[in-house]
């Protein structure tokens, strides 16, 4: 068809005037909508949004163009609250509508564009703004049975937006600008329900962009959306105050980067899924206090999956750049992580809670560091980790599959100048099995310190290295210690006076404060099991550890002192019930170990050192409840002030539980007496030095029964010296008696050697105790013997008596003091210890005795003791014989001088006590013996010399026989001492007893039994001697009579009744006084003779008759031309002729025949009327006596005794006495 046609066409058709009238009908409405549809919509648009949001809405202008269904809206606004200002204002808002909204019913836009919103919205109080009650009426829920509004949504565009949040509760506004919301196309109706709508949001919060996109479906059952949200360089400084202000932390600056992916899914199961990169940059966090807490250069998580409905949370790595955590504790014990100063309560899990499954790949820290700065100790400690580095793969929680983990940092104290410690550490595992090795380098021990000082005052110092292992299996905790090494380990007191007390005694140390010192400390192989609660350590090392070990006055040790007092905590507990700790160390070694040891505990303090101490063990168990004994080796010197040192070498075994030691002991010149403090209270003795020595073998166990001990070796006891107490160190009530030598505390008792060879003692409990010695050897000793004022000999008072006795004062010094034996049991009898000595030899012994019970005192030494005693023993060799006796020589002098022998048999462990000891001492000056003379006799020696044998036998039933022989040669007494407490005539007893030739013999045999407690061997000697001088008085020629014979009768001359002629037994008797008298030249005699009226009447009568008769038979003989001289005696042939002629001869009264003539009488009669004429008186008995002793003059005279020795003694009549016999006395005295 041609155009012509076609035009021809149309004019004719109806369809022209159609077409126009609708052409002009759509313009007209166009027109008509153009013009009317702004003003209408300004006006109920206002209205109806003013209704519905409860604010006034103002509309600038509209603008609509009806032909392309566009509309415009400007300067749209929504007031505030209070009306005076804009909440909501936008600068356009444009909608492109199709003209298919008309033919679906249903909005169908083709674009909808928001310019410049602004949005003002304010924070009144917390959690209320000023929209609240716009938010309410827009979430009124709609009618539940209306159908759902379809539209379909395209080019959705908000840009050049801005938001302002106003918060007044913590006074900042928050400023979102450059917003701009995009979205293609949303839609729900028909297909387009299926269509993915892919929106975009990007905008500046407070400076920092943020973009997130995202495709979803929102109209579909599974509502399947899939986001992407990037944030960067967010900064987190402005929320800092929306933080909760109970947190212990604020916030101070960080960054925030991300770069997330979000997906969500409602059906079939609502899902979430999270992932992408977080990352934190420049963070600083701030404690309550505002002091730095934490902060880092960066921190990014690599989120692989977070799906919080099903709990999942994979992270693909973490990596932390350069953190660093400040950590506080303030002085009260608050750490700054606290809230308020309060600690935070720890979150508890549900029962029914299913928990997260969390898996991280790969964390990694680097360039961390960590300050400890803790003011709840006392000395503030100050501790940093620098260089931290923190590496872990494959965690996973619960743990599926083992975690690989390590790390290593390094440690320093607050002085930036020390030498930083390492430390590195490496493992793997899950929360049932796993393994961790540490590493530990130079980590110096002052950096406990600050602990260490609120439990003990001394400060600890040192090194410490470790490489060690922690394994757990489930319950089973099992921690290993390949090597542990401890360097230059102190402990240190900067007041040493308040750690430990001022000895004499010490070591070396390398720090003039230190207490104890540990050059090198090496743990090898260690292995405990927390769970059995055992520890196995294959070795331990010390290298020359050195202490001060002490304790003070009060009881208290060094490490009593150490510790700082604490209030005991009510209601501790401990544990009860747990299986005790086995601990086992199968090497333990000690080389060049030395202590300084003071006890001040005891009146004299304790002091001594160890040096060299080596020590070697092995299979140790010092827990265990029974273990087999280990093997140990120890080795030390001990040593006191500057005297060489002693060595103590142990070799063997040692147990503990039971306690028990066997081995091989060596001790050389081992110190003992610095222990004698420990038994000073039972001594009056002060041991100033004593070494002891020992070679052989001990064993000891600690049975039920009791202990058992076993000694088998050579002993000694060497350079002894004993001293007497001081008498500041006497019991009070002893110190007025102290002699003068325990006032100065002299010399008691020393010996250079004193050597047990063979030595075996036996202690097993039920039975004796054994003690064997094979030989014995004492050599250079000395003894200080001291007869005190009292009476008592020193060495009785070696030990203080443990109860008070009455002290009684002997008459005389206790040389041997028998005691009568105790009675006791069968079983004390039983138990009584087995002793056996064998040969005893003693060498170069002094003894120096002092006698304070005389005055003045006497001292005498012993010196060149030399002798032997031979074996023996306190039981018998067989059952029922008596203990052997063993032979004793013992030689020596006396005052330089004197010679000194004793032998004999004894044995001093015989219970009952025997023996038979000779002794022998020769020449023994005596004017030293003056003290004794003059406090017993009253006159001091002048000279003299002493020579005695003496034999002393006691039988096993205590008898004690015993004859002492002196020989005095030369003695002579002085002049009496004015004041002594005695005066005897010595010098008449020297007189009396001395030969020619000045010596005197005297034998004093002494018998007694020793069980008698009142016998004193002493007492009985010097009562002896003390009679003997007596007798000098009282019957001096009984001294006389051992080396004369017969006894007191010398001292009495016998006489006939009424006669004075010497018979044949008298003159032998005067006979023996020439004797005596003549080698007793400074005797002289005086003789008194004695009658008695009574006794002698008749004798006498028939005395003078006798003499009559003999006058008259010399008569006879004078006429015979016979010398009257011879004529001596008359024979009975001769009396009665003799008689008549004396009869005729007196004027005696005759009887006569009747002429006056005398009778002749028988011989009787006459003599009976001459003796009744005989006339007696005391004058004629007073003749008689003085006749007598003239006779016994006359006679001792003719015996060629000087003249100059004899003297009449006036005669005497004696009363009448019953037994009076006639005599002549006899009284020496000296010239």
């Known amino acids: 068809m041609n155009l012509p046609s076609f035009v021809s066409s149309f004019k004719q ?99 909808l564009e928001v310019d410049a919103p602004v949005l003002r919205i304010t924070q009144v109080v917390p959690g209320q703004t000023d929209v609240d009650d716009i938010m309410e009426r827009l979430s009124q829920p709609g009618d539940p049975q209306a159908a759902p509004v ?146 880092f250069d960066a921190l990014e998580v690599r989120l692989a999956e977070l799906q ?90 619960p743990f599926a599959h083992p975690m690989r983990f390590g790390g290593s940092l390094q440690w320093v104290g607050e002085d930036a100048g020390t030498q930083a410690a390492e430390l590195a550490f490496k493992g793997d595992g899950t929360d049932r099995l796993g393994k961790v090795a540490v590493s530990v380098r130079s980590l110096p021990l002052e950096l406990a310190a600050p602990y260490l000082a609120q439990w003990i005052t001394p400060q600890l110092g040192g090194v410490l290295a470790v490489d060690a292992g922690l394994a757990w299996n489930g319950p089973a905790l099992m ?159 001990m040593g006191v002030g500057r005297a060489d040192p002693g060595r103590l070498d142990y070799e063997g075994t040692l147990g503990l539980s039971p306690l028990q030691a066997q ?115 004492l050599s250079d000793f000395f003894a200080r013997i001291i007869v ?65 019970f005389v005055q003045p005192n006497y001292s005498a030494d012993l010196s060149e003791l030399t002798g032997r005693i031979s074996a023996f023993s306190s039981v018998p060799a067989s059952t029922g014989a008596a203990p052997e006796m063993a032979d004793l020589e013992l030689r020596g002098r006396v005052e330089g001088t004197a010679s000194l022998e004793i032998t004999g048999k004894l044995n001093p462990l015989a219970k009952p006590l025997a023996m038979d000891i000779q002794g022998r001492m020769r020449d023994l000056e005596l004017p030293p013996l003056s003290p004794y003379t003059i406090r017993y006799a009253g006159h001091g020696v002048e000279r003299g010399k002493l020579s005695m044998d003496v034999n002393y036998r006691v ?18 007494f002085g002049d009496p001492v004015q004041g002594a407490p005695a005066s005897l005539p010595v010098r008449l007893a020297v007189a009396l007893l001395a030969d020619r030739n000045g010596v005197i013999d005297v034998d004093l045999p002494i018998s007694g039994s020793l069980n008698d407690p009142e016998f004193r061997l002493g007492s009985v000697i010097f009562r002896i001697i003390g009679n003997l001088i007596m007798k000098a008085v009282t019957a001096p020629f009984s001294l006389l009579a051992g080396a004369l014979g017969g006894g007191d009768e010398l001292g009495s001359v016998s006489f006939a009744a009424g006669s004075a002629v010497l018979d044949e037994g008298a003159r032998q008797g005067l006979d023996k006084v020439v004797q005596a008298l003549t080698d007793r030249p400074a005797l002289k005699m005086t003789v008194a003779g004695a009658a008695n009226l009574e006794a002698e009447r008749d004798a006498w009568k028939r005395a003078q008759l006798q003499q009559s008769l003999l006058a008259q038979k010399r008569r006879a003989a004078l006429r015979a031309g016979q010398p009257a001289d011879e004529v001596k005696t008359i024979t009975a042939e001769e009396y009665p002729a003799l008689l008549k002629e004396v009869y005729r001869r007196s004027d005696t009264p005759k009887p006569r025949n009747l002429v006056g003539i005398a009778k002749d009488l028988p011989p009787s009669e006459m003599e009976a009327l001459l003796l009744a004429s005989i006339p007696v008186s005391e004058a004629s008995m007073r003749e008689l006596a003085l006749a007598r002793g003239v006779a016994v003059r006359d006679y001792l005279a003719s015996r060629q005794l000087p003249a100059d020795r004899l003297f009449l003694g006036a005669a005497r009549v004696v009363p009448p006495e019953a037994s009076w016999k006639p005599h002549a006395e006899l009284t020496l005295a000296t010239r």
């Open 308 to 397: 919080p409905f099903k709990r999942l949370l994979r992270i693909e790595a973490v990596r932390l750049d350069a953190p660093r955590l400040v950590l506080r504790r303030d002085g009260a014990g608050h750490f700054n992580l606290e809230r308020n100063g309060a600690k935070a309560p720890v979150p508890v899990a549900s029962k029914q809670d299913p928990g997260w499954n969390v898996e991280v790949g790969h964390v990694a820290l680097r360039g961390g560091q960590l300050s400890w700065q803790d003011d709840g100790v006392p000395g503030k400690a100050r501790v940093n980790l620098r260089d931290i580095v923190l590496e872990s793969s494959a965690l996973s929680l």
């Open 788 to 852: 005190q004022a009292d009476g008592r000999i020193n060495l009785q008072d070696m030990l203080k008596r443990t109860a008070a006795a009455p002290a009684a004062v002997p008459a005389m010094p206790p040389v041997v003091a028998a005691s009568a034996p105790a009675p006791g049991g069968a079983q004390d009898a039983a138990l009584a210890p087995v002793i056996r000595f064998g040969p005893v030899s003693l060498t170069g012994g002094r003894v120096h005795f002092t006698d304070y």
């Open 663 to 777: 081995g091989k002991m060596t001790a050389a010149q081992l110190p003992l007496h610095p222990f004698e403090p420990y038994v000073a209270n039972a001594l009056r003795v002060d041991i100033r030095r004593v070494d002891g020595s020992f070679r052989g073998q001990v064993q000891y166990a600690d049975t039920p029964a009791g202990p058992r001990l076993g000694v088998q070796g050579d002993a000694a006891l060497d350079d002894v010296r004993v001293r007497m107490a001081p008498v500041e160190q006497v019991e009070d009530g002893a110190r007025a008696d102290a002699p003068r030598m325990r006032r100065r505390g002299e010399e008691l008792l020393n010996w250079k050697s004193l050597s047990l060879r063979g030595l075996d003692v036996s202690l097993v409990p039920g039975q004796p105790a054994v003690v064997d010695v094979r030989e014995t050897a």
């Open 479 to 637: 921690a290993q210690v390949a090597g542990l090494g401890l360097d230059n380990v102190t402990l240190s007191c900067t007041n040493l006076s308040g750690c430990t007390e001022s000895a004499p005694a010490t070591v070396a140390m390398r720090g003039k404060q230190s207490l104890a010192e540990i050059k090198h400390l090496r743990v090898e192989d260690a292995r405990m099991d927390l769970v059995q609660r055992s520890v196995r350590v294959g070795r331990i090392s010390l290298t020359q550890p050195r202490a001060l070990v002490d304790r003070s006055a009060d009881g208290r040790w060094m490490f009593e002192r150490w510790q700082v007092s604490h209030p005991e905590v009510a209601g501790h507990a401990t544990q009860s019930g747990a299986a005790p700790w086995s601990v086992h160390m199968a090497n333990v070694e000690m080389d060049g170990g030395a202590a300084a040891f003071r006890d001040a505990l005891t009146a004299e303090p304790v002091a001594f050192t160890v040096t060299g101490l080596r020590l070697r063990l092995q299979d140790f168990a010092p827990l265990a409840a029974s273990a087999k004994p280990s093997a140990v080796s120890l080795s030390a010197r």
């Open 150 to 295: 379809g539209f379909v949504l395209y080019n959705i565009v908000v840009q050049g937006g801005a938001v302002d949040f106003v918060d007044r509760t913590v006074g900042r506004t928050h400023e979102v600008r450059d917003l701009r919301f995009t979205l293609p196309f949303i839609g729900n109706l028909g297909a387009q329900r299926q269509v993915k709508v892919v929106p975009r949001l990007a905008f500046q919060l407070n400076g920092s962009a943020f973009d997130s996109t995202a495709e979803a479906a929102p109209f579909t059952e599974s509502l399947h959306t899939d986001a992407s949200i990037r944030l960067k360089d967010f900064d987190l400084s402005p929320y800092r105050e929306y933080l909760p202000a109970s947190l212990p932390m604020r916030l101070d600056a960080g960054m925030v980067d991300a770069d997330l992916r979000l997906s969500f899914e409602q059906k079939p199961a609502p899902a979430v899924q999270l992932s992408g990169v977080l990352r934190a940059r420049d963070v600083r966090v701030r404690d309550a206090a505002q002091q730095e807490l934490l902060s």
């Open 955 to 972: 039988l096993p039933d205590g008898q004690l026989t015993a004859s002492n022989k002196l020989v005095l040669n030369q003695l002579t």
């Open 13 to 111: 058709s109806r369809w022209p005037m159609r077409l126009a009238l609708a052409v002009a009908a759509v313009v007209l409405l166009w027109l008509l909508g153009w013009l009317a549809v702004p003003p209408i919509l300004r006006s109920q648009g206002e209205k109806l949004a003013t209704e519905a949001l409860g604010r006034k809405v103002t509309i600038g202008q509209v603008q609509f163009l009806p032909w392309s269904l566009e509309l415009s809206l400007h300067d749209v606004a929504v007031a505030d609250l209070e009306g005076k200002d804009a909440l909501l204002r936008m600068r356009r808002i444009y909608i492109d509508a199709e003209l298919q909204s008309l033919l679906r019913m249903a909005p169908v836009v083709d674009a």
